[in-house]
């Protein structure tokens, strides 16, 4: 299964981005989506996740201004980013949890994507 992110971008303090990310390939199904977030210098941490139940979890640095989504038929999961901060620079990583068809059985899988890079600054 294979993940392509984007969305990324500079913005300034304040501003807004929403970022994207398609999972394609042999999906029987897709339990979690997520985000993730590594800053230079700084361990990646879990920004937001949603599940097929549509039940969301948030880090407490994102709450109130980030929102997680999906789109199950397109298989996508989307992070609309609001008022946001110098501290919300990363390189954005989403990931992805599923049963996957492997030679005609279903196979767990876990897959991440490439990063998109978000940048805040004036």
């Not at 392509?4 to 501003?15: D, E, F, K, N, W």
């Amino acid at each position: 299964v294979q993940l392509q992110a984007s969305g990324g971008g500079l913005v300034q303090p304040g501003g807004s981005l929403r970022l994207s990310c398609a999972a394609s390939g042999s999906i029987f199904s897709i339990n979690v989506m997520a985000w993730n977030r590594q800053a230079p210098g700084k361990q990646r941490e879990l920004v937001a996740y949603i599940t097929s139940y549509g039940n969301t979890k948030y880090a407490d640095s994102v709450k109130g201004r980030f929102t997680i989504s999906r789109d199950n038929a397109k298989n996508t999961v989307y992070l609309q980013m609001n008022s946001l901060k110098a501290e919300d620079t990363a390189a954005y990583y989403c990931n992805v949890v599923g049963i996957a068809i492997n030679s005609g059985a279903r196979a767990d899988f876990a897959s991440w994507g490439q990063g998109t890079q978000v940048t805040v600054s004036s």
